[in-house]
Protein backbone atom coordinates (compact mmCIF):
# COMPACT_ATOMS: atom_id res chain seq x y z
CA UNK A 1 0.00 0.00 0.00
CA UNK A 2 2.76 2.35 -0.98
CA UNK A 3 1.92 5.69 -2.01
CA UNK A 4 2.66 5.85 -5.70
CA UNK A 5 3.88 9.46 -5.33
CA UNK A 6 6.81 8.39 -3.26
CA UNK A 7 8.55 11.57 -4.18
CA UNK A 8 6.27 13.57 -2.01
CA UNK A 9 6.76 11.48 0.73
CA UNK A 10 8.50 12.89 3.57
CA UNK A 11 8.28 10.12 6.42
CA UNK A 12 7.90 6.80 5.21
CA UNK A 13 7.86 4.37 8.31
CA UNK A 14 8.06 0.64 7.85
CA UNK A 15 7.17 -2.27 10.13
CA UNK A 16 8.21 -0.25 13.07
CA UNK A 17 7.91 -2.24 16.93
CA UNK A 18 8.95 -1.06 20.12
CA UNK A 19 8.10 -3.60 23.21
CA UNK A 20 8.18 -3.03 26.91
CA UNK A 21 8.48 -6.61 28.48
CA UNK A 22 5.46 -8.40 26.83
CA UNK A 23 3.71 -5.37 25.83
CA UNK A 24 3.97 -4.28 22.59
CA UNK A 25 3.51 -0.56 22.62
CA UNK A 26 3.85 -0.35 19.02
CA UNK A 27 3.36 -3.04 16.96
CA UNK A 28 4.30 -3.70 13.27
CA UNK A 29 3.67 0.23 12.39
CA UNK A 30 3.54 1.20 8.54
CA UNK A 31 2.97 4.67 7.92
CA UNK A 32 3.26 7.28 5.15
CA UNK A 33 3.48 11.18 5.91
CA UNK A 34 3.49 13.18 2.96
CA UNK A 35 5.40 16.36 2.14
CA UNK A 36 3.54 19.81 3.37
CA UNK A 37 0.76 17.71 4.88
CA UNK A 38 -0.59 17.57 8.58
CA UNK A 39 -0.78 14.51 9.49
CA UNK A 40 -2.81 14.27 13.29
CA UNK A 41 -2.27 10.44 15.19
CA UNK A 42 -4.80 10.00 17.26
CA UNK A 43 -6.09 6.84 19.36
CA UNK A 44 -7.20 6.43 23.19
CA UNK A 45 -4.68 6.72 26.15
CA UNK A 46 -1.96 4.02 25.78
CA UNK A 47 -2.27 3.43 22.15
CA UNK A 48 1.43 4.49 21.73
CA UNK A 49 1.46 8.09 19.88
CA UNK A 50 4.22 8.96 22.14
CA UNK A 51 6.11 5.83 21.84
CA UNK A 52 6.38 6.67 17.94
CA UNK A 53 7.59 9.96 18.61
CA UNK A 54 10.24 8.49 20.84
CA UNK A 55 11.26 6.53 18.47
CA UNK A 56 11.34 9.02 15.52
CA UNK A 57 13.29 11.22 17.95
CA UNK A 58 15.41 8.59 19.59
CA UNK A 59 14.75 8.66 22.56
CA UNK A 60 13.99 5.14 22.88
CA UNK A 61 15.36 2.48 20.55
CA UNK A 62 12.95 0.70 18.04
CA UNK A 63 13.20 -3.10 18.30
CA UNK A 64 12.49 -3.70 14.68
CA UNK A 65 11.55 -1.72 12.05
CA UNK A 66 12.98 0.82 9.52
CA UNK A 67 11.99 5.02 9.41
CA UNK A 68 13.03 6.76 6.22
CA UNK A 69 13.39 10.92 6.33
CA UNK A 70 13.35 12.51 3.27
CA UNK A 71 14.68 9.27 1.33
CA UNK A 72 17.22 8.39 4.03
CA UNK A 73 17.17 5.54 6.52
CA UNK A 74 17.27 7.19 9.88
CA UNK A 75 19.57 5.18 12.62
CA UNK A 76 21.28 7.75 14.40
CA UNK A 77 21.27 6.51 18.06
CA UNK A 78 21.64 10.04 19.26
CA UNK A 79 18.24 12.20 19.45
CA UNK A 80 20.42 15.30 18.73
CA UNK A 81 21.54 13.76 15.19
CA UNK A 82 17.91 13.21 14.08
CA UNK A 83 17.31 17.13 15.15
CA UNK A 84 20.24 17.96 13.23
CA UNK A 85 18.54 16.08 10.33
CA UNK A 86 15.60 17.86 10.77
CA UNK A 87 13.29 15.99 12.55
CA UNK A 88 12.10 18.42 15.77
CA UNK A 89 9.38 17.59 19.00
CA UNK A 90 7.61 19.31 21.42
CA UNK A 91 7.33 17.04 24.91
CA UNK A 92 3.70 16.38 26.04
CA UNK A 93 4.79 16.86 29.76
CA UNK A 94 6.62 20.73 29.17
CA UNK A 95 9.99 19.84 28.86
CA UNK A 96 11.29 23.74 28.83
CA UNK A 97 14.69 24.78 31.05
CA UNK A 98 13.30 26.31 34.17
CA UNK A 99 16.25 28.71 35.12
CA UNK A 100 16.43 30.01 31.23
CA UNK A 101 14.31 32.92 30.22
CA UNK A 102 12.69 32.85 26.83
CA UNK A 103 15.04 34.23 24.64
CA UNK A 104 17.72 31.69 25.97
CA UNK A 105 15.02 28.67 25.68
CA UNK A 106 14.49 29.45 21.78
CA UNK A 107 18.63 30.02 21.51
CA UNK A 108 19.13 27.17 22.68
CA UNK A 109 16.99 25.53 19.88
CA UNK A 110 19.62 28.05 17.41
CA UNK A 111 22.50 26.17 18.67
CA UNK A 112 22.72 23.17 16.42
CA UNK A 113 22.54 25.00 13.36
CA UNK A 114 24.61 28.00 14.90
CA UNK A 115 27.52 25.94 16.66
CA UNK A 116 27.29 22.08 14.91
CA UNK A 117 31.12 21.38 16.33
CA UNK A 118 31.55 21.64 19.68
CA UNK A 119 35.25 22.97 19.07
CA UNK A 120 34.05 25.70 16.85
CA UNK A 121 31.46 26.61 19.98
CA UNK A 122 34.32 26.93 22.31
CA UNK A 123 36.19 28.94 20.11
CA UNK A 124 32.93 31.43 19.37
CA UNK A 125 32.85 31.10 23.43
CA UNK A 126 36.56 32.11 24.35
CA UNK A 127 38.20 33.38 21.34
CA UNK A 128 36.67 36.90 20.89
CA UNK A 129 37.35 40.46 22.20
CA UNK A 130 36.20 40.23 25.98
CA UNK A 131 32.70 41.56 26.67
CA UNK A 132 31.74 41.90 23.25
CA UNK A 133 29.06 39.33 21.70
CA UNK A 134 30.42 37.43 18.73
CA UNK A 135 28.34 37.86 15.71
CA UNK A 136 27.00 34.10 15.58
CA UNK A 137 25.69 35.18 19.03
CA UNK A 138 23.92 38.93 17.47
CA UNK A 139 22.51 36.31 14.70
CA UNK A 140 21.27 33.88 16.88
CA UNK A 141 19.16 36.97 19.06
CA UNK A 142 17.78 38.43 15.94
CA UNK A 143 16.35 35.09 14.72
CA UNK A 144 15.48 34.48 18.23
CA UNK A 145 13.64 37.99 18.50
CA UNK A 146 11.97 37.25 15.05
CA UNK A 147 10.65 33.59 16.13
CA UNK A 148 8.99 34.92 19.35
CA UNK A 149 6.98 37.67 17.52
CA UNK A 150 6.22 34.83 15.23
CA UNK A 151 4.39 33.26 18.14
CA UNK A 152 3.15 36.50 20.14
CA UNK A 153 6.04 35.66 23.08
CA UNK A 154 8.30 38.83 22.26
CA UNK A 155 7.19 40.74 24.97
CA UNK A 156 8.00 37.98 27.51
CA UNK A 157 11.52 37.43 26.13
CA UNK A 158 13.24 38.04 29.29
CA UNK A 159 10.81 36.66 32.06
CA UNK A 160 12.03 32.60 33.00
CA UNK A 161 10.46 30.24 31.02
CA UNK A 162 9.41 28.52 33.99
CA UNK A 163 7.16 31.95 34.86
CA UNK A 164 5.36 31.56 32.06
CA UNK A 165 0.98 30.21 32.30
CA UNK A 166 0.83 27.44 30.91
CA UNK A 167 -0.47 28.19 27.60
CA UNK A 168 2.28 30.08 26.63
CA UNK A 169 4.73 27.36 27.95
CA UNK A 170 3.54 25.19 25.20
CA UNK A 171 4.14 27.98 23.01
CA UNK A 172 7.71 28.28 23.99
CA UNK A 173 7.83 25.10 23.49
CA UNK A 174 7.10 25.06 19.91
CA UNK A 175 8.99 28.03 19.54
CA UNK A 176 12.38 26.18 20.46
CA UNK A 177 11.66 22.95 18.15
CA UNK A 178 10.91 26.00 15.46
CA UNK A 179 14.19 27.28 16.38
CA UNK A 180 15.73 23.89 15.18
CA UNK A 181 14.76 24.92 11.57
CA UNK A 182 12.95 21.47 11.37
CA UNK A 183 11.47 20.05 8.26
CA UNK A 184 9.17 18.12 10.21
CA UNK A 185 7.80 18.96 13.83
CA UNK A 186 6.36 16.28 16.01
CA UNK A 187 3.65 18.15 18.00
CA UNK A 188 2.93 15.87 21.19
CA UNK A 189 -0.45 17.34 22.41
CA UNK A 190 0.01 21.07 21.78
CA UNK A 191 -3.05 22.11 22.45
CA UNK A 192 -3.40 20.10 26.30
CA UNK A 193 -4.26 22.81 29.08
CA UNK A 194 -4.99 25.17 26.67
CA UNK A 195 -8.27 27.06 26.88
CA UNK A 196 -10.32 27.74 24.05
CA UNK A 197 -9.22 31.55 22.83
CA UNK A 198 -5.51 30.05 22.83
CA UNK A 199 -6.41 26.97 21.11
CA UNK A 200 -7.90 28.26 18.06
CA UNK A 201 -4.90 30.82 18.36
CA UNK A 202 -2.56 27.36 18.32
CA UNK A 203 -4.66 26.11 15.26
CA UNK A 204 -3.72 29.19 13.20
CA UNK A 205 -0.11 29.21 14.47
CA UNK A 206 0.29 24.70 12.94
CA UNK A 207 -1.26 26.32 9.92
CA UNK A 208 0.80 28.90 9.05
CA UNK A 209 3.83 26.49 9.93
CA UNK A 210 2.45 24.22 7.71
CA UNK A 211 2.31 27.04 4.86
CA UNK A 212 6.29 27.30 5.84
CA UNK A 213 6.80 24.03 4.07
CA UNK A 214 7.08 22.16 6.93
CA UNK A 215 5.38 18.72 7.38
CA UNK A 216 3.90 18.36 10.94
CA UNK A 217 2.86 14.84 13.06
CA UNK A 218 0.24 15.74 15.70
CA UNK A 219 -0.61 14.12 18.01
CA UNK A 220 -3.76 15.62 19.93
CA UNK A 221 -6.41 14.76 21.72
CA UNK A 222 -8.84 18.26 21.01
CA UNK A 223 -10.92 16.56 17.92
CA UNK A 224 -12.18 19.63 16.74
CA UNK A 225 -8.31 21.08 16.61
CA UNK A 226 -7.55 17.35 14.80
CA UNK A 227 -10.50 17.31 12.44
CA UNK A 228 -9.98 21.12 11.56
CA UNK A 229 -6.63 21.32 10.60
CA UNK A 230 -5.40 17.72 9.14
CA UNK A 231 -4.67 16.51 6.11
CA UNK A 232 -4.60 12.73 6.85
CA UNK A 233 -5.55 11.10 10.52
CA UNK A 234 -3.59 8.08 11.47
CA UNK A 235 -5.62 5.75 14.57
CA UNK A 236 -3.76 3.55 16.55
CA UNK A 237 -5.56 1.63 19.25
CA UNK A 238 -3.20 -0.49 21.15
CA UNK A 239 0.20 -0.30 19.42
CA UNK A 240 -1.71 -0.94 16.28
CA UNK A 241 -2.77 1.10 13.70
CA UNK A 242 -6.59 0.66 12.61
CA UNK A 243 -7.41 3.21 10.52
CA UNK A 244 -6.21 5.82 7.62
CA UNK A 245 -7.71 8.35 5.90
CA UNK A 246 -9.12 11.89 5.31
CA UNK A 247 -10.47 13.38 8.70
CA UNK A 248 -14.03 12.97 6.93
CA UNK A 249 -13.27 9.07 6.35
CA UNK A 250 -11.94 8.93 9.96
CA UNK A 251 -14.95 9.95 11.27
CA UNK A 252 -17.02 7.88 9.36
CA UNK A 253 -14.99 4.68 10.42
CA UNK A 254 -17.18 2.40 12.69
CA UNK A 255 -13.90 0.84 13.79
CA UNK A 256 -12.33 4.03 14.74
CA UNK A 257 -15.71 4.90 16.46
CA UNK A 258 -15.79 1.40 18.40
CA UNK A 259 -12.37 2.26 19.49
CA UNK A 260 -13.13 5.08 21.36
CA UNK A 261 -16.51 4.02 22.63
CA UNK A 262 -16.66 4.45 25.81
CA UNK A 263 -14.61 7.69 26.16
CA UNK A 264 -16.02 10.96 26.46
CA UNK A 265 -14.66 12.12 22.64
CA UNK A 266 -17.12 13.74 20.17
CA UNK A 267 -15.79 12.62 16.40
CA UNK B 1 56.79 40.35 42.30
CA UNK B 2 55.68 40.89 45.78
CA UNK B 3 58.37 40.42 48.13
CA UNK B 4 58.16 43.97 49.62
CA UNK B 5 54.66 43.75 50.66
CA UNK B 6 54.00 40.20 52.00
CA UNK B 7 55.47 37.79 54.54
CA UNK B 8 55.80 34.76 54.14
CA UNK B 9 52.85 33.26 56.16
CA UNK B 10 50.47 35.63 53.91
CA UNK B 11 52.26 34.37 50.89
CA UNK B 12 51.88 31.19 51.31
CA UNK B 13 47.99 31.96 52.53
CA UNK B 14 46.95 33.18 49.15
CA UNK B 15 48.66 30.73 47.12
CA UNK B 16 46.92 27.95 48.61
CA UNK B 17 43.39 30.25 48.43
CA UNK B 18 44.38 30.74 44.98
CA UNK B 19 45.03 26.74 44.52
CA UNK B 20 41.61 26.50 46.03
CA UNK B 21 40.25 28.77 44.01
CA UNK B 22 41.82 27.20 40.51
CA UNK B 23 40.41 23.72 42.57
CA UNK B 24 36.51 24.72 43.02
CA UNK B 25 36.70 26.30 38.92
CA UNK B 26 38.36 22.50 37.98
CA UNK B 27 34.75 21.55 39.91
CA UNK B 28 32.45 24.22 38.51
CA UNK B 29 32.74 23.39 34.43
CA UNK B 30 31.71 19.67 34.47
CA UNK B 31 29.28 20.86 37.44
CA UNK B 32 27.99 23.17 35.01
CA UNK B 33 26.60 20.19 33.23
CA UNK B 34 25.12 18.99 35.65
CA UNK B 35 28.52 16.62 36.31
CA UNK B 36 28.97 16.27 40.18
CA UNK B 37 32.79 15.00 40.59
CA UNK B 38 34.21 14.08 43.97
CA UNK B 39 36.82 12.79 42.00
CA UNK B 40 38.74 16.61 41.59
CA UNK B 41 41.72 16.16 43.89
CA UNK B 42 42.73 12.71 42.00
CA UNK B 43 42.64 14.72 38.96
CA UNK B 44 44.86 17.33 40.96
CA UNK B 45 47.20 13.91 41.51
CA UNK B 46 47.87 13.11 38.11
CA UNK B 47 48.76 16.77 37.78
CA UNK B 48 51.18 16.91 40.54
CA UNK B 49 52.95 13.84 40.24
CA UNK B 50 53.22 14.04 36.47
CA UNK B 51 54.97 17.13 36.49
CA UNK B 52 56.33 16.70 39.59
CA UNK B 53 58.17 13.08 37.53
CA UNK B 54 59.36 16.12 34.43
CA UNK B 55 60.59 18.20 36.85
CA UNK B 56 62.77 16.04 39.21
CA UNK B 57 63.74 12.99 36.82
CA UNK B 58 64.16 15.12 33.88
CA UNK B 59 65.04 18.14 34.36
CA UNK B 60 62.08 19.75 32.86
CA UNK B 61 61.21 23.47 33.12
CA UNK B 62 58.76 24.02 35.37
CA UNK B 63 56.35 26.21 33.08
CA UNK B 64 56.76 23.09 30.53
CA UNK B 65 55.82 20.85 33.28
CA UNK B 66 52.77 22.49 34.64
CA UNK B 67 51.18 22.42 30.70
CA UNK B 68 52.19 19.06 30.62
CA UNK B 69 50.49 18.11 33.93
CA UNK B 70 47.00 19.93 33.67
CA UNK B 71 46.96 17.97 29.92
CA UNK B 72 47.84 15.16 31.73
CA UNK B 73 45.07 15.53 33.97
CA UNK B 74 42.73 16.18 30.83
CA UNK B 75 43.32 13.16 28.79
CA UNK B 76 42.69 10.94 32.09
CA UNK B 77 39.53 13.47 32.95
CA UNK B 78 38.30 12.64 28.94
CA UNK B 79 38.66 8.60 29.61
CA UNK B 80 36.58 9.03 33.09
CA UNK B 81 34.40 11.21 31.12
CA UNK B 82 33.09 8.05 28.66
CA UNK B 83 31.87 6.20 31.55
CA UNK B 84 30.48 9.02 33.72
CA UNK B 85 28.51 10.02 30.86
CA UNK B 86 25.89 6.97 31.11
CA UNK B 87 25.48 7.36 35.14
CA UNK B 88 24.31 10.35 37.46
CA UNK B 89 24.00 11.59 40.28
CA UNK B 90 25.01 9.34 43.26
CA UNK B 91 26.74 6.83 40.94
CA UNK B 92 28.63 9.14 38.86
CA UNK B 93 29.99 10.42 42.81
CA UNK B 94 30.67 7.04 43.48
CA UNK B 95 32.59 6.48 39.78
CA UNK B 96 34.41 9.84 40.60
CA UNK B 97 35.19 8.86 43.79
CA UNK B 98 36.68 5.23 42.76
CA UNK B 99 38.70 7.02 40.64
CA UNK B 100 40.60 9.45 43.05
CA UNK B 101 41.02 6.24 45.36
CA UNK B 102 43.33 4.36 42.50
CA UNK B 103 45.17 7.26 41.44
CA UNK B 104 45.96 7.30 45.61
CA UNK B 105 46.73 3.45 45.73
CA UNK B 106 48.95 3.89 42.91
CA UNK B 107 50.85 7.05 44.09
CA UNK B 108 51.07 4.70 47.32
CA UNK B 109 52.34 1.63 45.72
CA UNK B 110 54.74 3.00 43.04
CA UNK B 111 58.15 3.45 44.34
CA UNK B 112 59.28 5.28 41.41
CA UNK B 113 57.17 8.40 42.67
CA UNK B 114 58.52 7.23 46.21
CA UNK B 115 55.43 5.19 47.31
CA UNK B 116 54.81 5.22 50.89
CA UNK B 117 57.66 7.29 51.76
CA UNK B 118 56.23 9.75 49.33
CA UNK B 119 57.53 12.25 46.90
CA UNK B 120 60.12 14.20 48.53
CA UNK B 121 62.01 17.31 46.84
CA UNK B 122 60.01 18.32 44.58
CA UNK B 123 61.51 21.49 43.08
CA UNK B 124 60.26 24.80 44.43
CA UNK B 125 59.15 27.07 42.58
CA UNK B 126 59.19 30.44 43.75
CA UNK B 127 56.55 32.37 41.74
CA UNK B 128 53.64 29.78 42.66
CA UNK B 129 51.73 33.01 43.76
CA UNK B 130 52.36 35.04 40.11
CA UNK B 131 51.37 31.71 38.70
CA UNK B 132 48.37 31.22 40.36
CA UNK B 133 47.07 34.86 39.87
CA UNK B 134 47.73 34.92 36.22
CA UNK B 135 45.75 31.27 36.20
CA UNK B 136 42.55 32.88 37.64
CA UNK B 137 42.45 35.61 35.70
CA UNK B 138 43.07 33.47 32.69
CA UNK B 139 40.02 31.24 34.22
CA UNK B 140 37.98 33.82 35.39
CA UNK B 141 37.82 35.79 31.37
CA UNK B 142 37.26 32.29 30.24
CA UNK B 143 34.37 31.79 32.63
CA UNK B 144 33.00 35.35 31.87
CA UNK B 145 32.64 34.92 27.76
CA UNK B 146 31.56 31.38 28.42
CA UNK B 147 28.87 32.79 30.46
CA UNK B 148 27.63 34.77 27.52
CA UNK B 149 28.02 32.55 24.98
CA UNK B 150 25.74 29.58 23.12
CA UNK B 151 28.01 26.67 24.67
CA UNK B 152 27.67 28.15 28.01
CA UNK B 153 23.73 28.05 27.69
CA UNK B 154 24.06 24.36 26.14
CA UNK B 155 25.93 23.83 29.59
CA UNK B 156 23.34 25.30 31.25
CA UNK B 157 20.78 23.60 29.23
CA UNK B 158 22.40 19.85 29.94
CA UNK B 159 22.01 20.80 33.43
CA UNK B 160 18.60 21.34 33.53
CA UNK B 161 16.91 18.68 31.49
CA UNK B 162 19.51 16.44 29.85
CA UNK B 163 17.21 14.56 27.76
CA UNK B 164 15.53 18.09 26.26
CA UNK B 165 18.74 19.23 25.40
CA UNK B 166 19.33 16.21 23.27
CA UNK B 167 16.16 16.36 21.81
CA UNK B 168 16.58 20.12 20.75
CA UNK B 169 19.74 18.99 19.25
CA UNK B 170 22.76 19.66 21.68
CA UNK B 171 25.39 17.28 21.56
CA UNK B 172 25.08 16.86 25.14
CA UNK B 173 28.03 13.53 24.87
CA UNK B 174 30.72 15.87 23.07
CA UNK B 175 29.82 19.11 25.68
CA UNK B 176 29.99 16.75 28.88
CA UNK B 177 32.86 15.33 27.86
CA UNK B 178 34.64 18.61 27.26
CA UNK B 179 33.85 20.15 30.05
CA UNK B 180 34.44 17.13 32.42
CA UNK B 181 38.16 16.81 30.12
CA UNK B 182 38.35 20.48 31.24
CA UNK B 183 37.96 20.46 34.47
CA UNK B 184 40.18 17.63 35.17
CA UNK B 185 42.77 19.50 33.13
CA UNK B 186 42.25 22.74 35.32
CA UNK B 187 42.76 20.10 38.33
CA UNK B 188 46.19 18.86 37.30
CA UNK B 189 47.28 22.94 36.97
CA UNK B 190 46.48 23.36 40.35
CA UNK B 191 48.36 19.97 41.59
CA UNK B 192 50.96 20.92 39.56
CA UNK B 193 51.28 24.15 41.29
CA UNK B 194 50.60 22.41 44.64
CA UNK B 195 53.10 20.28 43.99
CA UNK B 196 56.25 22.33 43.02
CA UNK B 197 55.07 24.79 46.71
CA UNK B 198 54.63 22.66 48.85
CA UNK B 199 57.73 20.45 47.57
CA UNK B 200 56.21 17.28 49.14
CA UNK B 201 53.33 14.89 48.59
CA UNK B 202 52.63 11.36 49.48
CA UNK B 203 49.49 9.22 48.44
CA UNK B 204 47.23 10.94 51.55
CA UNK B 205 47.94 14.76 50.18
CA UNK B 206 45.12 14.61 47.45
CA UNK B 207 42.61 12.60 49.27
CA UNK B 208 38.75 12.25 49.14
CA UNK B 209 38.61 14.74 51.92
CA UNK B 210 40.17 17.56 49.81
CA UNK B 211 37.33 16.61 47.05
CA UNK B 212 34.52 16.93 49.40
CA UNK B 213 37.15 20.59 50.70
CA UNK B 214 36.51 21.64 46.81
CA UNK B 215 33.18 20.59 46.62
CA UNK B 216 31.92 22.78 49.90
CA UNK B 217 33.98 25.68 48.03
CA UNK B 218 31.01 25.49 45.14
CA UNK B 219 27.88 24.74 47.09
CA UNK B 220 28.88 27.58 49.22
CA UNK B 221 30.11 30.25 46.63
CA UNK B 222 26.97 29.64 44.54
CA UNK B 223 27.22 26.72 41.44
CA UNK B 224 25.00 28.71 39.02
CA UNK B 225 26.81 31.74 38.43
CA UNK B 226 30.98 31.94 37.65
CA UNK B 227 31.94 34.45 40.54
CA UNK B 228 30.84 31.42 42.90
CA UNK B 229 33.55 28.79 43.37
CA UNK B 230 36.12 32.18 43.41
CA UNK B 231 34.09 33.64 46.56
CA UNK B 232 33.53 30.24 48.43
CA UNK B 233 37.26 29.49 48.10
CA UNK B 234 37.98 32.82 49.28
CA UNK B 235 35.24 33.08 52.23
CA UNK B 236 36.17 29.83 53.34
CA UNK B 237 40.38 30.07 53.41
CA UNK B 238 39.52 33.64 55.09
CA UNK B 239 37.22 32.29 57.52
CA UNK B 240 39.96 30.08 59.80
CA UNK B 241 42.39 33.31 59.29
CA UNK B 242 39.31 35.28 60.63
CA UNK B 243 38.88 33.37 63.46
CA UNK B 244 42.50 32.97 64.32
CA UNK B 245 42.76 36.82 64.42
CA UNK B 246 39.80 36.95 66.96
CA UNK B 247 41.60 34.76 69.41
CA UNK B 248 44.75 37.12 69.06
CA UNK B 249 42.65 39.74 69.78
CA UNK B 250 41.06 37.80 72.71
CA UNK B 251 44.90 37.38 74.19
CA UNK B 252 44.95 40.88 74.43
CA UNK B 253 42.36 40.86 77.12
CA UNK B 254 44.11 41.63 80.94
CA UNK B 255 44.48 38.50 82.60
CA UNK B 256 42.96 39.88 85.72
CA UNK B 257 39.73 40.65 83.72
CA UNK B 258 39.54 37.05 82.67
CA UNK B 259 40.80 34.86 85.98
CA UNK B 260 38.00 34.73 87.94
CA UNK B 261 34.71 31.87 87.61
CA UNK B 262 32.86 31.76 85.94
CA UNK B 263 34.48 34.32 82.66
CA UNK B 264 37.25 32.39 83.36
CA UNK B 265 35.13 29.30 81.61
CA UNK B 266 33.79 31.16 78.79
CA UNK B 267 37.20 32.89 78.12
CA UNK B 268 39.29 28.71 78.18
CA UNK B 269 35.91 27.75 75.86
CA UNK B 270 36.63 30.90 73.21
CA UNK B 271 40.11 30.52 73.64
CA UNK B 272 39.67 26.79 72.74
CA UNK B 273 37.10 27.03 69.93
CA UNK B 274 39.16 29.35 67.98
CA UNK B 275 42.20 27.34 67.80
CA UNK B 276 41.43 26.29 64.63
CA UNK B 277 43.55 23.34 63.64
CA UNK B 278 42.63 20.65 60.78
CA UNK B 279 39.90 18.63 62.46
CA UNK B 280 38.12 21.66 63.35
CA UNK B 281 37.71 22.92 60.07
CA UNK B 282 36.38 19.82 58.87
CA UNK B 283 33.96 19.91 61.07
CA UNK B 284 32.76 23.68 60.38
CA UNK B 285 32.58 22.80 57.07
CA UNK B 286 30.10 20.09 57.79
CA UNK B 287 28.22 22.42 59.81
CA UNK B 288 28.06 24.90 57.09
CA UNK B 289 27.29 22.41 54.77
CA UNK B 290 23.95 21.81 56.57
CA UNK B 291 23.10 25.13 57.43
CA UNK B 292 23.57 26.41 53.38
CA UNK B 293 21.50 23.56 52.31
CA UNK B 294 18.57 24.98 54.58
CA UNK B 295 19.10 28.74 54.35
CA UNK B 296 20.75 29.12 50.80
CA UNK B 297 20.56 25.86 48.72
CA UNK B 298 21.90 27.66 45.29
CA UNK B 299 25.00 29.59 47.50
CA UNK B 300 25.74 32.75 48.52
CA UNK B 301 25.97 33.89 44.91
CA UNK B 302 23.09 33.43 42.78
CA UNK B 303 22.39 35.18 39.57
CA UNK B 304 19.88 36.74 40.58
CA UNK B 305 22.16 38.09 43.59
CA UNK B 306 24.52 39.25 41.27
CA UNK B 307 22.08 41.13 38.63
CA UNK B 308 21.29 42.79 42.18
CA UNK B 309 24.78 43.69 42.34
CA UNK B 310 25.73 44.58 39.01
CA UNK B 311 28.89 42.68 39.14
CA UNK B 312 29.83 42.69 35.38
CA UNK B 313 27.40 40.40 33.36
CA UNK B 314 26.78 42.33 30.38
CA UNK B 315 23.23 42.09 28.88
CA UNK B 316 22.14 41.57 25.36
CA UNK B 317 21.50 44.13 23.01
CA UNK B 318 18.50 43.73 22.48
CA UNK B 319 17.49 44.38 26.17
Known sequence: ?267 | MFDGLLDGYTRSLLIFAGIHMIAAYSFYLPYKTGQVSLGQAGFMAIGAYASAILTQKFGIPFAAALIVGGIAAGIIGIAIGFPALRIKGIYLLLLTLGFSEIVSVVALSWEYVGGAQGFRQISFNPFTLEYVIVIIAVLLFFFARLERSSLGRAMDSIHQDETAAEVMGIDVVRIKLLAFGLGAGIAGLAGALYAHHATFMDSTTFNIMLSVEILVFVVVGGGSTYWGPAFGAVVLNAIPEFLRALREWLELIPVAWTNFYPVNRVYDFLHGFLDFENAKRLIAYGVILILMMIFRPDGLLTRDSLRRLRLPRWKSRHA
Open chain 1, 1 to 267: MRDPAASHVCLSIEGLTKRFGGFYALNQLNMDVQQGHIHALIGPNGAGKTTFFNLLTGVLPADTGKIVFDGQIVDDARPSRRTLKGIARTFQNIRLFPHLTVMETVMIGEHCRAHPSVWKALGDAVLKRPFQESVAEREMQTNAIELLEYLGLAGKRDEKASDLPYGEQRKLELARALATKPRLLLLDEPAAGMNPRETSELDRIITRVRDRGITIILVEHDMKLVMGISDNVTVLNFGTKIAEGSPRQIQDDPVVIEAYLGEDVQL
